[in-house]
């Protein structure tokens, strides 16, 4: 059975930084499947923040319009783990931050708050 656990996640002020992690078990093949990051705001559905994906040495990222330039995707396939850095955070980046493996495992979620 394949779980997904985040954490890292928690309070910050607008403009400061936060790192998420999420650690994957149950997967033999993590470094083979896209894996990325999501998110719901309260009162709105969840909606994609980045992905990766590993093909032979080369790392293939992509991001949505809202956080490309402040946000970093990466992942360490040696220990089955995925990262999401946070830089220059917006109270718009409130909600849950979920992790998600090839589009159909995903994490509990863990929640961020940034406040102004």
């Known amino acids: 059975q394949v779980q997904l656990v985040e954490s890292g996640g928690g309070s910050v002020q607008a403009g400061g930084s936060l790192r998420l992690s999420c650690v994957v078990t149950?997967?033999?093949?993590?470094?083979?499947?896209?894996v990325g990051w999501y998110r719901q705001a309260p009162g709105k559905t969840r909606e994609f923040v980045a992905d990766i994906l590993t093909r032979g040495s080369r790392d293939i990222r992509a991001y949505s319009d809202s956080v490309r330039g402040r946000i970093t995707i990466s992942r360490d396939n040696a220990k089955k783990t995925l990262f999401l850095q946070m830089n220059n955070q917006k109270p718009e980046d409130t909600g849950v931050y979920y992790c998600n493996r090839a589009t159909i495992d995903w994490g509990q979620g863990i929640q961020v708050t940034v406040s102004s």
């Open positions: 149950g997967s033999s093949d993590f470094s083979l499947q896209t």
